[in-house]
Structure formats: C-alpha cells, structure tokens
C-alpha cells in the first residue's frame, strides 16, 4: 500500500514595517516615503551604471579610433551626459542612504546625553535637514522652470537643459521627503534608520 506524504508549503512572513507603531494616517504616508527611498536607490543605481557604461564606451571609441582611422574619435555627448548622471546619482542616493544611515554624522554629542534629549536633537536635526532641502528644491524648481520657459539648451548636443535638472531636483525632492520622515519617526520614537535595504554584504 502506497502511503502518500502530504507536504506543507510555507511562505516567508512578510517583513513587518518598522513604522508600525505610528498612527494610521502617518503609518500610510511614512510607508509611502520609503517605498520613494527604495525607489530613490535603484534610479541613482542605475544613473550609476550608465555612466560608467558611457565612459567605458567612450575609451572604447577613442581606442578603436586610434587603429581604425574610419572610426569617430569621441562620442560627442559623452562628457555633458556624464555630468548629468553623476548629478542624478548623487541626488537620487541621498535619500536611501539617509533612511539606512549611511550618512556621515558626528555623533560624539547625542552619545553623551540622555535618551530623551537625544531624541529631541534628532528631531531639531531632521527638521533643519528638511527646512534646507526645502529651500533648496523649491530654488532648483524655480531653476528648472526658468530653463524651461526661456527654452535653454546645451551648446554640445542641444539638449533642453530643463530635463536634466528636473531630475536632479526630484532626487532632491525625494530626500526632502525623507528628512521630514525621519523628524516624525524621532518625534514618535520610531526606529529612525532601516538597515534592511542596506546590500548584503559579498562573501
């Protein structure tokens, strides 16, 4: 007699979030600020990875340039292109680098006072970050609408130069979001630093 062996299939507990502790109404809107980081990260990735794609294909063509006289020298957008992602990958990675504490801080003064005041200089911080990050967004808006209306674009490529810096002021926007996120998680004493979206690290 054949005996059957019944096999239960278990699925992984979803992660639970670390602002669950909030209020609903900011529950939904601090959940919503990290999906953006998350999000913030994998753009400036891949900012990351087309420049260096670009850069590698322009040693390429100068290069082959050198053996095949056919060939073109440069790749004529190479460098005002490069220019425009690093800035898209520095503003895109700020955000997520801020939520999984990845900034740099010097924190020889919130080491030596109590919790509760620690917790009070978190919150002034975060919200001096997000009082400056708004400033500064609000300028590269007013930036970029400026480029727009006045149709500006590149001498090199004729590029309208509106769009570049309208994706920089999103990464900016992005880590203004993320600054306001963090005063209200120090506010409500929620964890202020997820290190689940850190990489893993490569053995």
Request: glycine share 8%.
């Amino acid at each position: 007699m054949a005996e059957g062996i019944a096999v239960a299939s278990v699925s992984p507990p979803a992660q639970q979030s670390l602002n669950a502790a909030a209020p609903a109404p900011l529950r939904i809107l601090l959940d919503g600020i990290d999906r953006l980081g998350r999000l913030d990260g994998w753009i400036g990735g891949g900012c990351l990875l087309t420049l260096t794609g670009l850069m590698l294909a322009e040693v390429t063509t100068r290069a082959l340039s050198n053996v095949l006289p056919f060939f073109p020298p440069t790749i004529s957008i190479a460098w005002e292109y490069s220019s425009y992602l690093m800035a898209a990958s520095f503003t895109f990675g700020a955000a997520m680098t801020l939520r999984v504490g990845g900034h740099i801080r010097v924190v020889l003064l919130l080491k030596n006072v109590p919790a509760p005041l620690q917790r009070a200089l978190e919150v002034l911080a975060a919200a001096a970050g997000f009082a400056f990050m708004t400033f500064l967004t609000w300028a590269m808006t007013k930036f970029a609408w400026g480029s727009f209306v006045r149709g500006q674009v590149s001498t090199s490529s004729d590029t309208p130069l509106w769009f570049p810096q309208a994706v920089v002021t999103f990464g900016m926007l992005l880590l203004t979001l993320q600054f306001l996120a963090r005063a209200i998680q120090a506010a409500l004493g929620l964890p202020l630093e997820d290190h689940r979206m850190k990489a893993s690290p490569v053995e």
